[in-house]
């Protein structure tokens, strides 16, 4: 098992910044590919970031790119999402997810946190 808790969501007006974090503890972190993931009100969980076992490799969607920035570091089992240039529409809960191979389905990422929401102000 891994447990997984967000945190630094908050209210932030457009243009401004956030810097989520996730710590993991249980299983060994550096196991497990990493990924942010979010869901706004009536859409789909959409994956925003994934990183490799040893940050080597990272992808971001499209919507986010240039503007966020993910990385980890496996001896703090943690991963963080430096989030610039915020959009009102990037206002969603985010999530952090471990899993066993890097993809872009939800369906992939076995372990979980609980969320953290992110309000994009206009």
């Known amino acids: 098992q891994v447990q997984l808790v967000e945190s630094g969501g908050g209210l932030v007006q457009a243009g401004g910044s956030l810097r989520l974090s996730c710590a993991a503890s249980?299983?060994?972190?550096?196991?497990?590919?990493m990924g942010w993931f979010r869901q706004a009100p009536g859409k789909e969980r959409e994956l925003v970031a994934s990183i490799s076992w040893n940050g080597g490799r990272t992808y971001y969607a499209d919507s986010v790119k240039g503007r966020f920035t993910i990385s980890r570091d496996n001896a703090k089992n943690t991963m963080l999402l430096q989030m610039n240039s915020l959009k009102p529409e990037d206002t969603a809960v985010y999530y952090c997810?471990?899993?066993?191979?890097?993809?872009?389905?939800?369906?992939?990422?076995?372990?979980w946190g609980q969320g953290t929401q992110v309000t994009v102000s206009s």
């Open positions: 997810a471990a899993g066993s191979s890097l993809s872009i389905q939800a369906s992939r990422y076995e372990y």
């Open positions: 249980g299983r060994t972190f550096s196991n497990y590919v």
